[in-house]
């Protein structure tokens, strides 16, 4: 079974920097890609960034030019690198396989996506003014 574990949340003033990172273990992704996701308080869940199994990126427009992601397939890692931080970024940040089958709506504390997978516990990002 998939096993994500997320880190590197915190607070910070708006402007700021944060390194979020992700682990995926116990079953393995081979070439498939991983992605971001993140629930802000009383908003749905929605794709921060993405990287496909070819190696491309997509990210959310609100996040374009200020985020960036990167995988290491072989160690099965991923990472958000959050710069110009924003108090609208407050956020839990989830990470997940990126199937290729369209975006996940449903990130949640250890609950199971209809990706077939368990969501992490997530890390908080909370960004002040």
């Known amino acids: 079974e998939l096993t994500l574990v997320e880190f590197g949340g915190g607070s910070v003033q708006a402007g700021g920097s944060l390194t979020l990172s992700c682990t995926a273990s116990g079953s393995p992704l081979g070439d498939s890609g991983m992605g971001w996701y993140r629930r802000i308080p009383g908003h749905e869940c929605e794709m921060v960034a993405i990287?496909?199994?070819?190696?491309?990126?997509r990210y959310d427009d609100s996040v374009l030019g200020r985020f960036s992601i990167s995988q290491d397939k072989a160690k099965q890692t991923a990472s958000l690198q959050m710069r110009d931080l924003k108090t609208e970024d407050t956020a839990v940040y989830f990470c997940?396989?990126?199937?290729?089958?369209?975006?996940?709506?449903?990130?949640?504390?250890?609950?199971?996506?209809?990706?077939?997978?368990?969501w992490g516990r997530g890390t908080q990002v909370t960004v002040s003014s």
């Open positions: 997940a396989p990126n199937w290729e089958t369209g975006d996940y709506d449903d990130c949640s504390p250890r609950s199971y996506s209809k990706g077939g997978f368990y």
């Open positions: 990287t496909t199994s070819d190696g491309r990126t």
